[in-house]
C-alpha cells in the first residue's frame, strides 16, 4: 500500500477508532496552545499507524542514515529547543515527497531520496522540514483551525491511505468540498514557506553542506512538475515551489564561495540500496548489471554493492558471494586511485593538534570492547578482522598506517595522518555478513560480525543482524546476553525489545516476554496496551520473585503514567 497524504505536514493516518475525544483538547480556537506534549502524543498515534503500514521502510540502515545527517543539521541550528525530540524514518513510496509530523518526526519517501543528485540536495529538503518543526508551523495552523477541522480529520483516516491498486488513487481521498476545505486549511502559507527557506538555509551553511543544494532540487521538482502528465510532484502540491522562492535562495547564497561538497559514502550506499529494492529482484539486478557493464557510475563498488543487495533479493547466493569479492578489490582500487591522484575527499586526512598516543588508541578500543562484552585485554582491531580492510605502513612518512603506534613526534607539534583505506563502512560489513550467512558459512558470518562491531560498535543493522543470527545459530540464552548489554547503552530501542521478546519466548520465560512486550507498547505510545501485557505476565506461574517484583513496580509506574494522561484530556 503507498501512502498518498493530503499534506506534507500531516497525513491524516488516525486510527479509525479515534474520534474527537482521543485527541488533545485544544479548547477554545482562539485561546488555544498545542504544547509540546500534546503535538508528541499525537505524533506516536500517527506514527503508530505508519510503523503498522506496509509502506513503513523498517530498514535500520536507511534510518541511521538520516538520522546521522538529521543530527548533524540540527546540531547546527540555533532554533532547536534542548529538549526536542526528532525521529527521522522512510517510506517506500516512489513519489517525490517529505513531511514532518507534530511531535518531531519526519518522514522521506525512497522516491526523494533517489532524486536527490547530491547529499546537500536531500539535506536542503531536511533543512527546510526541519524548520518547518522548529518554526512550530504546523502547531499554529492546527491550533488556530476550529476544533472541528481535527474530528473531521480523525474520520477521514480510511481516505488517507491510497487503494493498493490504482497509483491514481491519491486524488480519489479527497471527496466532496469538506475534504478540499481540510486540505487547504493545512497546507502551509506562503510565509511559512519562506520563513522555512531562510532558516533552513542557515542551518546548512552552518552545518558545511552546500547551501546551492536546496535550490537545484526546488529547480529539477519545478522543472519535473512541468512535464509530467499526472501533475506536480507530490512535494510542489503541499509546498509551492515558485520562482521568486528560488530566486530568493540564489540571491542569499551568491555571495557566498564556492566549495565542493563531497557526498559521503553512505549517502551512496544507502542510494544504491534503495535502489535495489525497487521493480522486481530481477529488473533490480539488471538495471545493475547494465550500469557496470556500459560503466554508467560514478564508483564501481558503490554500484556492485547496489546489485549484491539485489542478487540477495533473487536468492542468487553464489553469484552474490563472488561479487562480494571484487567489492573489496574495487574498493581496494579506489583507495589506490585515490592516493595517486592525491584525491583528499576519497582519502580521508586527520590532522590532530599533539600527540596521539597510544593510551588514547587503547582508550578507543577498549570502549570498543566493552560495547559488546569483550574482555579489555587483548584486541588488534585492524588486525581481527578477516574482511576489514586493513591500512598498511607506507615507507613515506606522510602516510602512516592507523596499526602503527606514532613514533619520535613532538609535544605541541602538529601531525598530519593520511589513512589509505577504501573508505570503509559498516554497510558494507553488514551486506557481507548476510551473503555469509546466505551461503550458509555461519562461522565466517559471525567473524565479520564480530570484528565490525568492535569498529562499529554502535551500528543498529550489525546490533540488530548479530542478535538475530545468535538466536537462530547459537541460542537464545546467547542473544539474550548480547540484547540485555546493549539495551543498558540504548534503553529506548525497540528493535532490541523485540529481539529480548523472541529471546524470552525461546527459552519459555512467558513473564518476561511479555514484560520486553510491554516495552514495546510503552515506546510506541500505546500504555493501555503495556499495561495488558504487564497484566498478563503476572497471571503466568514463571518467574521468580524478584522478576515479579519488577512487573508489578512497572505496572504500577505505567497505571500512573494512564491516570495522568487521562487527567490531561
Do not use: C
Not at 527546510?128 to 504546523?138: D, N
Not at 474520520?155 to 480519489?172: C, E, F, G, I
Amino acid at each position: 500500500m503507498k501512502f498518498r497524504y493530503l499534506v506534507a505536514a500531516l497525513p491524516l493516518l488516525f486510527p479509525t477508532n479515534i474520534v474527537a475525544a482521543g485527541l488533545p483538547d485544544l479548547g477554545d480556537a482562539s485561546q488555544v496552545t498545542f504544547s509540546p506534549a500534546d503535538e508528541r502524543e499525537l505524533g506516536l498515534r500517527i506514527m503508530s499507524e505508519i510503523r503498522a503500514d506496509p509502506s513503513y521502510l523498517d530498514d535500520a540502515e536507511v534510518a541511521e542514515y538520516l538520522t546521522h545527517l538529521g543530527t548533524r543539521l540540527l546540531l547546527n541550528s540555533r532554533e532547536t529547543r534542548p529538549d526536542q525530540e526528532f525521529e527521522f524514518f522512510a517510506v517506500k513510496d516512489p513519489m517525490i515527497n517529505a513531511f514532518a509530523l507534530p511531535g518531531g518526526f519526519m518522514g522521506f519517501n525512497t522516491g526523494l531520496i533517489l532524486t536527490a543528485q547530491s547529499e546537500s540536495e536531500l539535506a536542503g529538503v531536511m533543512a527546510h522540514e526541519i524548520a518547518h518543526v522548529t518554526q512550530k508551523h504546523l502547531a499554529r495552523i492546527i491550533a488556530g483551525q476550529r476544533y472541528s477541522i481535527l474530528t473531521s480529520l480523525a474520520a477521514m483516516a480510511l481516505a488517507v491511505l491510497a487503494s493498493r491498486t490504482n497509483p491514481q488513487a491519491a486524488q480519489a481521498v479527497l471527496i466532496g468540498s469538506q475534504a478540499h476545505q481540510i486540505q487547504s486549511q493545512l497546507n502551509f502559507t506562503r510565509d511559512h514557506e519562506k520563513e522555512a527557506d531562510r532558516i533552513g538555509l542557515n542551518i546548512l551553511i552552518s552545518a558545511g553542506l552546500d547551501p546551492r543544494g536546496m535550490s537545484e532540487f526546488f529547480e529539477r521538482l519545478q522543472k519535473a512538475g512541468r512535464f509530467r502528465e499526472n501533475g506536480a510532484p507530490s512535494y510542489l502540491r503541499t509546498h509551492p515551489i515558485t520562482y521568486e522562492r528560488i530566486a530568493d535562495i540564489d540571491n542569499r547564497t551568491h555571495s557566498l564561495p564556492y566549495r565542493q561538497v563531497p557526498d559521503s559514502l553512505d549517502f551512496l550506499l544507502v542510494r544504491a540500496k534503495l535502489r535495489a529494492t525497487m521493480d522486481t529482484p530481477g529488473d533490480a539486478v539488471e538495471y545493475f548489471d547494465s550500469a557496470l557493464r556500459e560503466k554508467r557510475y560514478a564508483s564501481e563498488a558503490v554500484e556492485r554493492y547496489g546489485l549484491i543487495n539485489a542478487l540477495l533479493r533473487s536468492h542468487k547466493f553464489v553469484r552474490a558471494d563472488k561479487e562480494l569479492v571484487q567489492l573489496y578489490d574495487n574498493l581496494q582500487a579506489e583507495a589506490d586511485e585515490a592516493l595517486e591522484n592525491h584525491s583528499l575527499s576519497a582519502a580521508p586526512q586527520s590532522i590532530y593538534k599533539t600527540p596521539l598516543s597510544s593510551d588514547v588508541i587503547e582508550m578507543l578500543a577498549e570502549r570498543a570492547r566493552l560495547a559488546i562484552g569483550e574482555p579489555v585485554e587483548t584486541l588488534n582491531i585492524y588486525k581481527a578482522a578477516p574482511r576489514i580492510y586493513r591500512p598498511r605502513h607506507s615507507s613515506n612518512n606522510n602516510y602512516i598506517g592507523t596499526d602503527k603506534t606514532l613514533e619520535n613526534h613532538h609535544l605541541g607539534a602538529t601531525i598530519r595522518i593520511t589513512r589509505k583505506t577504501p573508505r570503509p563502512s559498516a554497510m558494507i560489513e553488514t551486506l557481507a555478513a548476510r551473503v555469509k550467512l546466505a551461503m550458509g558459512q555461519t562461522a565466517e558470518a559471525f567473524d565479520i560480525y564480530e570484528a565490525a562491531l568492535r569498529i562499529y560498535p554502535q551500528h543498529r543493522a550489525l546490533i540488530y543482524d548479530y542478535a538475530d543470527a545468535l538466536l537462530r545459530n547459537t541460542g537464545a540464552d546467547a542473544a539474550l546476553t548480547f540484547v540485555n548489554r546493549q539495551l543498558q547503552y540504548t534503553p529506548n530501542d525497540i528493535r532490541l525489545y523485540q529481539l529480548q521478546a523472541q529471546s524470552y519466548g525461546a527459552l519459555g520465560d512467558m513473564m518476561m516476554q511479555h514484560r520486553a512486550q510491554a516495552e514495546i507498547y510503552t515506546r510506541q505510545g500505546k500504555v493501555d496496551a503495556a499495561i495488558e501485557q504487564l497484566q498478563i505476565a503476572l497471571k503466568g506461574d514463571d518467574g521468580d520473585f524478584y522478576q515479579k517484583s519488577s512487573v508489578e513496580a512497572r505496572l504500577k509506574e505505567l497505571r500512573t503514567l494512564a491516570e495522568a494522561k487521562k487527567k490531561e484530556k
